[in-house]
């Protein structure tokens, strides 16, 4: 059961436990320390408690602990290049990920340093180009109309920006599992690192 909204969730909450269901109760607000944590829940710690799939849920955890540390020791010891990584541009505002959220950590466990907006995701324009991001890292192409580097170099004022000139601006068809957490956060913590450090998967 997944629901985003507050008042959803209460709704759809009350209704499970009126039919006698066992709730498992994840949040989505994620800081640094906190990863370790969300890779337990990914696994299926808790909801593998509430199936009784326990030994299966801990082999999964482990199997997930696993992968995310091939990725930091991966990038562990290249250089971190600035990255930003746009949730969306809508009406001229800009989303990216915000100051201590789940995505900075993303970022920060990939191997690079995060350009981060207010607690909102929210950046401005000028303080995205003071921050000079060496990658921009486009999640909204995974959504039709998908964005493409083009039309970031065809922005005013994004051209002074070093990913742009240096032609560093990716696509993220992934991000779906990358600014969502749950299950699949490994695969995400993997997209990324891919696209920050493409040099070290070469195999």
Same mark, same amino acid.
């Given at each position: 059961?997944?629901?985003?909204?507050? =008042? %959803?969730?209460?709704?759809?909450?009350?209704?499970? /436990?009126?039919?006698?269901? %066992?709730?498992?109760?994840?949040?989505?607000? +994620?800081?640094?320390? /906190?990863? #370790?944590?969300?890779?337990?829940?990914?696994?299926?710690?808790?909801?593998? $408690?509430?199936?009784?799939?326990?030994? $299966?849920?801990?082999?999964?955890?482990?199997?997930?602990?696993?992968?995310?540390?091939?990725?930091?020791?991966?990038?562990?010891?290249?250089?971190? !290049?600035?990255? &930003? *990584? #746009?949730?969306?541009? &809508?009406?001229?505002?800009? *989303? =990216?990920?915000?100051?201590?959220? &789940?995505?900075?950590? +993303?970022?920060?466990?990939?191997?690079?340093? !995060?350009?981060?907006?207010?607690?909102? =995701?929210?950046? %401005?324009? #000028?303080?995205?180009?003071?921050?000079?991001?060496?990658?921009?890292?486009?999640?909204?192409?995974? *959504?039709?109309?998908?964005?493409?580097?083009?039309?970031?170099?065809? $922005?005013?004022?994004?051209?002074?920006?070093?990913?742009?000139?240096?032609?560093?601006?990716?696509?993220? !068809?992934?991000?779906?599992?990358?600014? $969502? !957490?749950?299950?699949?956060?490994?695969? =995400?913590?993997?997209?990324?690192?891919?696209?920050?450090?493409? #040099?070290?998967?070469?195999?």
């Amino acid at each position: 059961m997944c629901a985003h909204v507050a =008042g %959803q969730l209460v709704t759809v909450a009350g209704d499970a /436990e009126t039919a006698g269901a %066992q709730l498992v109760a994840k949040s989505k607000s +994620m800081v640094s320390e /906190e990863i #370790e944590r969300l890779i337990r829940d990914a696994g299926g710690s808790a909801v593998g $408690r509430a199936l009784d799939a326990s030994p $299966r849920a801990v082999a999964l955890t482990d199997d997930l602990r696993e992968r995310a540390s091939a990725v930091t020791d991966a990038v562990a010891g290249a250089d971190r !290049p600035r990255v &930003f *990584y #746009e949730v969306s541009v &809508f009406q001229g505002v800009i *989303y =990216g990920a915000g100051t201590d959220s &789940f995505l900075a950590s +993303m970022i920060e466990m990939a191997g690079g340093e !995060p350009v981060v907006g207010d607690a909102t =995701g929210v950046i %401005q324009l #000028e303080d995205l180009v003071a921050a000079d991001p060496d990658l921009i890292l486009l999640g909204d192409a995974a *959504y039709p109309p998908p964005v493409t580097p083009r039309d970031v170099a065809a $922005r005013p004022g994004w051209k002074r920006m070093r990913a742009v000139k240096d032609d560093r601006v990716v696509p993220m !068809p992934d991000d779906l599992i990358i600014t $969502r !957490p749950g299950p699949r956060i490994v695969d =995400g913590l993997e997209a990324l690192a891919h696209a920050i450090h493409p #040099e070290a998967f070469t195999d």
